[in-house]
């Protein structure tokens, strides 16, 4: 396996009545595997087994039972129906016999064309280069995150307040997002963008983990080649929980994919 393409490191098997899967470390953060990648290989087995006439994620609803380990995992996909437009369908991935992660998603054909109607602006960005690239540690994190060998994440100053011991507390983060093996994204790895790192957490002087406990993710159309502007803000946090919407939009000012997910984190003693 060419380990850190996309491709590659959601791909699986068939195995008489399940998939197989090698789950990559690099697709991680601070050691654990990152929710967005599980639910794109979950959502790769789920499309070979059964999409047919519908090959593309548009709905995903992600509950996270317990962290998998990387290495390999078994994905059983269980048909819950097709129609005209859409098929639906449940997906776990187990380890051991246990269950990890179970979701259930709606398979559509998406396309490129825009909206009819749209009421959301993108984001308002620094020109990529002007915004720096996200290291391999994050800046003001404790644990490493081998995701950003593998995304090129570049975060726009005017979010960054927190490396300098200064947080917006707006609870807002933004930046540009392109696949670090030049591959365009596609309906199946903006589920990636969708869980991005750091949390919006870090814009409230909250760092560090924020593991994911269910998330749900709408891919709206295919997205045009080049870069996501994606934008992350919290609403709420309340007793170590806290919320997360994201919105990402394409080369072509496209919104092409949302999401929603409640996380845990630390809260101060």
């Known amino acids: 396996m060419d380990m850190g393409a996309f491709r590659e490191a959601v791909s699986v098997v068939r195995r008489g009545d399940a998939y197989e899967a090698d789950l990559d470390p690099q697709w991680s953060v601070g050691g654990k595997l990152h929710g967005g990648y599980l639910l794109a290989v979950m959502g790769r087995a789920v499309c070979d087994g059964v999409g047919g006439d519908h090959p593309h994620p548009s709905v995903v609803s992600g509950l996270f039972v317990a962290a998998p380990t990387p290495g390999s995992a078994e994905i059983h996909?269980?048909?819950?129906?097709?129609?005209?437009?859409?098929?639906?369908?449940?997906?776990?991935?187990?380890?051991?016999?246990?269950?990890?992660?179970?979701?259930?998603?709606?398979?559509?054909?998406?396309?490129?064309?825009?909206?009819?109607?749209?009421?959301?602006?993108?984001?308002?960005?620094?020109?990529?280069?002007?915004?720096?690239?996200?290291?391999?540690?994050?800046?003001?994190?404790?644990?490493?995150?081998?995701?950003?060998?593998?995304?090129?994440?570049?975060?726009?100053?005017d979010h960054l307040g927190f490396l300098s011991g200064s947080p917006s507390r707006r609870g807002v983060v933004a930046g540009w997002h392109r696949l670090a093996d030049g591959s365009d994204w596609d309906p199946l790895s903006l589920l990636v963008a969708l869980d991005p790192v750091p949390s919006a957490g870090f814009d409230l002087d909250l760092p560090g983990w924020a593991p994911t406990i269910q998330m749900s993710a709408y891919i709206r159309r295919v997205p045009a080649p080049g870069p996501l502007r994606v934008r992350t803000y919290a609403a709420d946090v309340t007793k170590g929980r806290m919320d997360e919407t994201v919105y990402a939009w394409d080369s072509k000012d496209r919104l092409v994919a949302q999401a929603t997910q409640l996380a845990a984190i630390r809260m101060p003693a």
């Open 77 to 157: 996909v269980e048909s819950l129906r097709t129609g005209r437009s859409t098929t639906q369908a449940r997906a776990r991935l187990t380890q051991g016999g246990a269950v990890r992660v179970e979701a259930l998603i709606t398979l559509e054909r998406l396309e490129e064309a825009g909206a009819w109607w749209a009421g959301l602006e993108p984001v308002d960005l620094r020109e990529e280069h002007e915004c720096p690239r996200t290291p391999l540690v994050v800046p003001g994190g404790e644990f490493p995150v081998p995701l950003m060998e593998v995304v090129e994440q570049r975060l726009d100053p």
